[in-house]
């Protein structure tokens, strides 16, 4: 015979802890994913602002270029005056007519070779510096014949 004082057995779900430690795991990985993935988003979005930002070292203001030819001939040059603003590239063409002669800017430290009739040079530089500078052949005696000209930098 039974004992009918006996309780019924239950069925207990006994803890797991190897689901536990599973879950996370897995809830581990998926945050570690998850904030590698912003970092990357991160260091793109930052290297597409530094692209797109220009930069203002290369972006120079270029000054208006200020050309001009002057013919020398017989201890004479045309024009006798040349003017420009200051901060303008002054770019000067000297023509040589006749006899051996050359064109010297005094106050900016630049000339043309020395040439023969008919022959050419350029030189260039900024107007730097405001005020009337002489210009002049170099040639023997040619400046105190009257080879000479004015540069007026306003």
């Known amino acids: 015979m039974e004992d009918s004082n ?19 795991i897995v809830l581990g990985v998926a945050v570690a ?24 070292q290369t972006s ?5 270029v200020k050309e001009f030819t002057v013919n ?14 200051k901060g303008d590239t002054v770019k000067i063409t000297f023509v040589d007519g006749d006899g051996t002669h050359d064109l010297v ?4 430290n630049v000339s043309t070779k020395r040439l023969s009739g008919g022959g ?7 107007a730097d510096k405001t005020g009337s500078f002489e210009y002049y052949c170099s040639v023997s005696n040619h400046r105190d014949l009257g080879m000479k000209g004015v540069l007026v930098v306003q």
């Open 120 to 126: 050419s040079d350029t030189i260039q530089f900024i």
């Open 72 to 85: 020398g001939s017989s201890f004479d040059f045309d024009p006798k005056t040349v003017t420009v603003n």
């Open 105 to 108: 800017v005094e106050g900016y």
């Open 6 to 24: 006996t309780v019924p057995t239950e069925t207990k779900k006994k803890f797991n802890p190897v689901y536990v430690i599973g879950g996370l």
């Open 60 to 64: 120079a203001v270029v000054s208006p």
């Open 33 to 56: 994913l998850i904030v590698s993935g912003n970092r990357k988003k991160d260091q793109q979005g930052t290297e597409a602002v530094k692209n797109d930002i220009p930069n203002v």
